[in-house]
T-cell receptor, first 116, second 114 residues
C-alpha cells in the first residue's frame, strides 16, 4: 500500500477482554515497529520485527502483551486481559532499510484503544 | 542510555510569526541520527528530517529550518512565517547507528492562531 495501515482506528473494550491490533506496513519494508503513545508518557517503544523475527521484545510492558508478524508483512499486537492503564494510542511504523537510508520510520495513524 | 528533552510542552503563536522548537539530546554513541516528526490532529506521525551526527550543516526546507549543534547537544527546529496548518505536535527523536529504536521527546504542541 501507499502507507502504513492500521486497524481498527478506534477500539473500545471492557476491562479483562482481549484485543488484537493490526498493522499493514509499507510494501517491501523489512522492519516493523510498535510504539505506544499515552498521555504523560510520550511515545514508548514496544517491539521491533526484522522479517518475522522479533529480536527485541524488551519494550513490551507485561506478559499480557504479545505480537507476531507473518509473511514478513502484516503484524498483530495482542493485549490479553486488558486493563485501564492499557488505554493509549498504539502506533506502528515500518522501515525501508535499503532506500533513503537507515532508521527513517514511517508511521501509521494508530489505533486508539480505550479500556472501560 | 539515550534521552531526548523537549522542554516546551505547548507554544502558541500568531500566524506569520516565527517559532523555534527546542530539542536537547543525550547519548554516548559517537554515531547517531536525529529526527523531527510532525503529528497533526489526524494522528499520523509525518517524517520531516533526519540528520546524522557527522553533518552539522544547518538545513532549510521552505519555511522550515533546523539548527544542529553538537557542542550543546541540540537540534532545534524553526518555522518561519507560521501558518495555521503548522498546528500540530512536533516530536524530536534520536537513534543510534544501527539501532532500531527511536527515542522520542515528549513533544511540543504548537498552536498557530489566525
Amino acid at each position: 500500500g501507499a502507507g502504513v495501515s492500521q486497524s481498527p482506528s478506534n477500539k473500545v473494550t471492557e476491562k479483562g477482554k482481549d484485543v488484537e491490533l493490526r498493522c499493514d506496513p509499507i510494501s517491501g519494508h523489512t522492519a516493523l515497529y510498535w510504539y505506544r503513545q499515552s498521555l504523560g508518557q510520550g511515545l514508548e517503544f514496544l517491539i521491533y520485527f526484522q522479517g518475522n523475527s522479533a529480536p527485541d521484545k524488551s519494550g513490551l510492558p507485561s506478559d499480557r502483551f504479545s505480537a507476531e508478524r507473518t509473511g514478513g508483512s502484516v503484524s498483530t499486537l495482542t493485549i490479553q486481559r486488558t486493563q485501564q492503564e492499557d488505554s493509549a494510542v498504539y502506533l506502528c511504523a515500518s522501515t525501508d532499510l535499503w532506500g533513503r537510508g537507515p532508521n527513517i520510520q514511517y508511521f501509521g495513524a494508530g489505533t486508539r484503544l480505550s479500556v472501560l | 542510555a539515550q534521552k531526548v528533552t523537549q522542554a516546551q510542552t505547548e507554544i502558541s503563536v500568531v500566524e506569520k510569526e516565527d517559532v523555534t522548537l527546542d530539542c536537547v539530546y543525550e547519548t554516548r554513541d559517537t554515531t547517531y541520527y536525529l529526527f523531527w516528526y510532525k503529528q497533526p490532529p489526524s494522528g499520523e506521525l509525518v517524517f520531516l528530517i533526519r540528520r546524522n551526527s557527522f553533518d552539522e550543516q544547518n538545513e532549510i526546507s521552505g519555511r522550515y529550518s533546523w539548527n544542529f549543534q553538537k557542542s550543546t547537544s541540540s537540534f532545534n527546529f524553526t518555522i518561519t512565517a507560521s501558518q495555521v496548518v503548522d498546528s500540530a505536535v512536533y516530536f524530536c527523536a534520536l537513534s543510534g547507528a544501527g539501532s532500531y529504536q527511536l527515542t522520542f521527546g515528549k513533544g511540543t504542541k504548537l498552536s498557530v492562531i489566525p
